[in-house]
């Protein structure tokens, strides 16, 4: 029997290779928001177009008309602000409690405005309106404390009425 030729096989079996390798899914910031806050573990790649409305150190927020959410990006440079993008992320879970979208890569597709900070008071912050949103807090700042963990922030405790708040300020910003 003869042997059949490897470079002949593999290329004919190319298309059915790349037909198993999982499109990524195309969704909207919210739909980037519902996997995450998921319990169930997933290895789901995702696609999402917005707008960066900040960065952080190492994550920036992402908006489009239903949402805003964090996305992290540890080992790539993150876009600035008002960059429109396009996002390809997937959950990682870093523990039972810690799940975070990580940025596989982004490609800038224009620029667009920064939507403006929403004004606050304290007693009407919620985490689960709130996150990933530039807000705008009016307080008396009561106590200034050095971040233990990461020496670049500064911990502002700011109090508003009788409800008070640990604000983590970037030491460049002081």
């Not at 910031?29 to 917005?50: D, S």
């Not at 008002?82 to 039972?96: F, I, K, M, P, Y």
Request: hydrophobic share 40%.
């Amino acid at each position: 029997m003869k042997p059949v030729p490897r470079v002949p096989l593999l290329i004919a079996l190319l298309p059915l290779l790349l037909s198993a390798a999982e499109a990524p899914r195309s969704c909207t910031v919210r739909e980037l928001k519902e996997v995450l806050l998921a319990p169930n573990i997933t290895t789901e790649t995702l696609l999402a177009t917005g707008t960066v409305q900040s960065v952080h150190v190492s994550a920036f927020s992402l908006s489009d008309s239903s949402g805003c959410v964090r996305i992290s990006t540890y080992m790539s440079p993150a876009p600035n602000p008002g960059t429109v993008v396009e996002v390809l992320c997937s959950r990682v879970n870093q523990s039972d409690h810690d799940k975070i979208l990580y940025c596989h890569r982004w490609s800038a597709l224009g620029t667009d405005a920064i939507a403006p900070p929403l004004n606050l008071n304290l007693n009407e912050l919620d985490d689960r309106l709130h996150d990933s949103i530039t807000i705008s807090i009016e307080g008396t700042v009561v106590d200034v404390v050095d971040d233990e963990i990461d020496s670049r922030f500064r911990i502002l405790l700011l109090k508003d009425g009788a409800e008070t708040l640990p604000c983590f300020v970037e030491q460049a910003r002081l």
